[in-house]
């Protein structure tokens, strides 16, 4: 909100999605709708303005300790200069 909204509140007439393809798939349908998507899930059904990149923490949950592959991926992310 303080990056986006200049520190308002989200609506309270905001309606929760829970993939981007519900999101992309709601906005499609919803006159006024505004959506958070990242690019490759732009759609033909859907204005697409170019908006300034908006970055967001990477919340990782495992069910006992991660795989090698998936600590792999960690160290990644974790070294990534982002």
């Given at each position: 909100m303080?990056k986006?909204?200049?520190?308002?509140?989200?609506?309270e007439?905001?309606v929760?999605?829970?993939d981007?393809?519900?999101?992309?798939?709601?906005?499609?349908?919803t006159?006024?709708?505004?959506?958070?998507?990242p690019?490759g899930?732009?759609s033909?059904?859907?204005?697409?303005?170019?908006t300034?990149?908006?970055r967001?923490?990477?919340?990782?949950?495992?069910?006992?300790?991660?795989?090698?592959?998936?600590?792999?991926?960690?160290?990644?992310?974790?070294?990534?200069?982002?």
């Open positions: 303080k986006v909204m200049d520190g308002r509140p989200v609506t007439s905001a929760e999605a829970f981007y393809y519900e999101i992309r798939d709601r906005i499609s349908r006159s006024g709708a505004i959506g958070i998507d690019q899930f732009a033909a059904n859907t204005r697409n303005p170019k300034v990149p908006v967001s923490e990477i919340i990782v949950v495992t069910k006992g300790q991660p795989k090698p592959e998936v600590e792999q991926l960690l160290k990644f992310i974790k070294d990534y200069n982002w």
